[in-house]
């Protein structure tokens, strides 16, 4: 049916043919939206690159302020802030991942990470927000990307986001620091 021919039918008819055809398209809607799984992840800037972390590892995004430096720690251990009177270890992935250091800024971001009895926070030069990523767009790898990177990826999206695994990167005893140091 053609839209001119609503204008020959009855107002009752017409409202009746739009209430199906919308119940038509929001049920086949729904059915696209089942069948194709999605990843959430907070989107943010690191080096002039595009990461994602799933937000199901993420506790909050909190400012970078007052943060602490802590001596004996390595090159990637930011420092550390209190995030509303919890400790938190700031990483700063950058230095972790051989990327360019661009320094901080207001715009910095600490995202506090969270999984079993780990937790601490990953610097952010600037959050982009929250998208949802169908998983047939995941590209497994990318070229370019080589070396401490590629262990902690999970995946490219087709517009160039690496998406990194959170849960292997709080896992990694890399990370964690046992060192004590002589008095």
């Known amino acids: 049916m053609n839209v001119d021919d609503f204008d020959s039918l009855p107002p009752e008819e017409c409202k009746r043919i739009l209430k199906a055809r919308a119940k038509a398209l929001a049920h086949e809607a729904d059915q696209k939206g089942q069948a194709e799984e999605h990843l959430q992840v907070v989107e943010f800037m690191l080096a002039h690159e595009r990461y994602g972390i799933e937000s199901v590892h ?18 990637f251990v930011l420092g550390i802030i209190n995030v509303r009177g919890q400790i938190v270890s700031v990483v700063d992935l950058r230095k972790f991942f051989d990327l360019p250091d661009r320094g901080l800024t207001d715009l910095n971001r600490a995202i506090v990470l969270h999984h079993a009895d780990m937790e601490f926070a990953i610097l952010a030069d600037l959050i982009l927000g929250v998208r949802n990523v169908p998983m047939p767009d995941i590209q497994s790898s990318l070229p370019t990307l080589t070396g401490i990177r590629s262990e902690y990826l999970k995946g490219v999206t087709s517009d160039g986001m690496v998406i990194l695994d959170t849960g292997k990167i709080l896992s990694d005893g890399k990370i964690v620091i046992h060192e004590a140091v002589e008095a």
């Open 58 to 75: 993420i506790r909050e995004v909190y400012p970078l302020k007052e943060l602490t430096a802590v001596p004996c720690t390595p090159s």
